[in-house]
């Protein structure tokens, strides 16, 4: 690989968000191992933890079973898995729950906000209204994403969380909400109460 394309070299020249998700895994990983690249195991990291929506919940011994993975390159990813959940508690412990939400909002607009086909997201609070951890439920077509409410309080009861903020985007721009997202928002709100989760 030319210098101009390793993953550093491309990270100190265009930054990190460049870097794609095998990329950023193959910079935190260093190196690879006798008989396979670091290309290799990264690409081997993103099928185990099924593109990163796994990771969070990712232990040292599932790692270590990907070829190439030993418990250093394992506490490496791990660690800056830990990193980024102590960074997100302790700036959403110290905001004042306005100014969090409308922060929230701010980066899920730039995440999903553009996107040209509907996504269901849910974000997971704790008691102290801390991210837990935030999902996409369901990417739809251009109008409609379909999410049935046993998926958005399966992933409350897996992190125990006391909150659940669901979003998503309307590709047209037009934030009105039709028929369908009132009834699935009645359906929510109906079945938050029941459970006493904060909706």
């Not at 999410?147 to 958005?152: I, K, M, S």
Request: hydrophobic share 40%; charged share 25%.
């Amino acid at each position: 690989m030319s210098l101009d394309q390793r993953p550093r070299e491309k990270a100190l020249r265009q930054g990190l968000n460049s870097l794609s998700d095998l990329e950023l895994i193959a910079l935190i990983l260093q190196s690879g191992s006798k008989d396979r690249s670091v290309f290799d195991i990264a690409q081997d990291v993103l099928i185990e933890t099924e593109g990163l929506s796994q990771l969070f919940n990712m232990h040292v011994n599932s790692l270590m079973k990907i070829k190439g993975i030993r418990e250093v390159k394992a506490l490496q990813l791990l660690a800056g898995v830990e990193l980024c959940k102590r960074v997100l508690k302790t700036n959403a412990y110290r905001m004042q729950i306005k100014k969090f939400l409308r922060m929230l909002f701010s980066g899920l607009k730039v995440e999903y906000g553009y996107l040209t086909q509907e996504n269901f997201v849910c974000v997971y609070l704790d008691t102290k209204a801390r991210i837990i951890s935030h999902r996409v439920l369901a990417i739809g077509t251009l109008n409609e994403a379909c999410v049935h409410p046993r998926d958005v309080f399966k992933e409350a009861y897996l992190q125990n969380a006391a909150g659940v903020i669901c979003v998503h985007n309307h590709p047209s721009g037009d934030p009105s909400p039709s028929l369908e997202d009132i009834n699935m928002t009645k359906q929510l709100v109906s079945i938050a109460k029941m459970n006493g989760i904060q909706l």
